[in-house]
């Protein structure tokens, strides 16, 4: 009896093994996700003893079930008895983050600084460090690249001899000769900064800084930059100009355009870091120069940026900074023969508005919006469409209907189908940024021929238009406005027009709520039942049976049943199917 029990309780241990030994990868990936349930049918002390130690010493298995294990691992600090026992879990983890499957060491790492929360003081300085410093001084890059991601998550809470070790340690990282060992410390050399004291910052961590800022390896110099932000956001103003400003101008004009695609892309967080003076001296001119680069993706990095870098700028140098060197590259970029360029420029120059003020607007700024409505890639025209309203605000409607509706006119009728698809699918966008009583005046007529354009696929995005305009503008301009136009093309000798009816108010139903539905909409679509298309008819069929699942049961039966039952003796085939289908439903 004491044998059956003893196995018993060895059961959980003994299933895991079966399965972690069984062919089949997704039993195996299984058995790793339920190893909290097994701990907690141990018990913290077998937890302990048995099932930590088997992971730790028998786990050698595909990736992904080790990654499984490691984001396991990091919520096992109550399964074996809380964080007085939290050490533990370091030998398994500390396994994983040394195997060579990059995205496994991550997850080790990353369960590692979640466990490294759980220890007290004390055992950071007995267990973590040791840990640190043994993946730190490890024979392979794949261990040292797993301690750059430590130093941060323990350094503040331990004492100033190990603090010093630490350190030390970091900085014999930064300069090991496997550029992936640099790479991966100067990814984390921002974070560890902002852990580490001003005078130590100084001391030891801004040379290294400097180091891996003129790296062999763009792949370095580029994480550098990273690394700038976090710096120059802990120094005190008066030590940026001579401790972060030498290597930033550098990286500014590095060879790479990788990497001065990441200072554009960064522009802004360096902007509020290094503060207002620096800006003014040295950012604008470096900004300037990115604007102009010979690269695309550099360019269009920091196209992106326009807007945002303008309202960070000083007040007192702002109009004059955005005229005098922003705006001309700006003119250069709205013709730059990239797509993406001029994409990422269309998305924010019509922030500018605002800080130019009316008249500046006017006179600078609308001639690029009027000549990137009429570029030629369908991005570039979006993204100014669909950023109007800024200007707006700033120039007035009346200003902004005589210089921009003709060009949005234009592209409404473009010959090209998808121009049009693109200018419909944002015209709720326009028509909620230029008012209901601009939109009756000016698109309304242009929206209703929409349903009536030659391609399907045009008129269907004008069935949808309508629906968004509903929501946008209310049932009442919709019955005033909308739905008389869209029932009298009922009338249409065009049987295709009719058709578009019936999608039309298929698509309103939705909104139309049920007494306009009743009022209106049903009689409409009972008098299309005895034209004579059948296609016509078997879409009757089809909006009846969408219209009964809205309306009363007295109108189901009193109007809907009986058109029904007439169609469902139609002698077309498609049509008696439809009504049938129909029927079922009422």
Known sequence: MAAENQDDSLYPIAVLIDELRNEDLQLRLNSIKKLSTIALALGVTRTRTELVPFLTDTIYDEDEVLLALAEQLATFTPLIGGPEYVNILIPPLESLATVEETVVRDKAVESLRQIAADHSNADLENYFVPLVKRLAQGDWFTTKTSACGLFASCYARVNNTIKADLRSAFKTLCCDETPMVRRAATGKLGEFAKTVEIDNLKADIIPSFQSLAVDDHDSVRLLAVEACVSIAGI?????????????????????????????????????????????????????????????SEVKTAAAHKVKEFCEGLPDDIKEQAIMSNILPCVKDLVIDPNMHVKSALAGVIMGLAPMLGKDNTIEHLLPLFLTMLKDEFPDVRLNIISNIDSVNKVIGIHQLSQSLLPAIMELAEDPKWRVRLAIIEYMPLLAGQLGVQFFDEKLNQLCMSWLVDHVYAIREAAAINLKK????????????????????MAKDTNYLHRMTTLFTINTMLDVAGPEITAQFILPTVVGLAKDNVANVRFNVAKTLQKIATILDPNSIQGTIKPCLNQLNTDIDVDVKYFAGEALLVC
Do not use: C, H
């Not at 695609?261 to 604008?284: F, N, R, W």
């Open 235 to 295: 120094l005190p103003d008066s030590d940026k100009e001579a401790l972060i400003m030498p290597t930033l101008r550098n990286v500014a004009q590095d060879k790479s355009w990788r990497v001065r695609y990441m200072v554009a892309d960064k522009i802004v967080d360096l902007q509020k870091a290094l503060g207002p003076e620096l800006s003014k001296v040295d950012l604008v001119p470096a900004y300037f120069q990115l604007l102009k680069d010979v690269e």
């Open 469 to 488: 305009l509903i929501e946008k503008f209310g049932l009442e301009w919709a019955q005033n406005t909308v739905i008389p136009k869209v029932l009298a």
